[in-house]
């Protein structure tokens, strides 16, 4: 099967996700309150980012949120220019996995479905079992090398 246009799509759904849920906590999408927006600001978002993780203090849920952040940002940017990509699935597989459970444990697993994360978390697995990555710095990297 050509996956050459599909593992473009997969990775550019799964870094616009991270990077339109990491908008909404900076308030790039709007104000809280308003239509489509979740959070609106940072401080909302944490709140919810602790409701999830509410068997840690909030202390060190506030890193757990920030470091959630960052990893979204990052693991984002290397999916977009195709930089270690099977790394990268794998780590946005195991980061939207421990946001489901989180989720589970915290509001109930119907949400997660609600939410598609399971859909995510399939997404970036199927990911990175694809061995041909088109349209990446990891395929013209590769091609430098031969």
Known sequence: MKTTITQLFLRIAISISFLSA?????GYWGKPGELNVSWGNWE???AYSNSLNSFFSPS????????????EITLAVMLLI????????????IL???FAVAM?????????????????????????????????LDSYWAKKRK
């Open 60 to 71: 060190y849920g506030q890193v757990l949120a920030l470091l959630a952040t960052l990893s």
């Open 96 to 98: 939207l996995t421990l």
């Open 44 to 46: 909302n978002f944490l």
């Open 82 to 93: 195709g930089f270690k990509i099977k790394h990268s699935a794998i780590a946005s597989g």
């Open 22 to 26: 990491v908008g909404d906590r900076l």
């Open 104 to 136: 589970s444990l915290s509001i109930g697993i119907k949400v997660s479905f609600d939410y598609s994360v399971w859909i995510g978390v399939s997404a970036c697995f199927l990911l990175s079992g694809i061995t041909y990555y088109p349209y990446s």
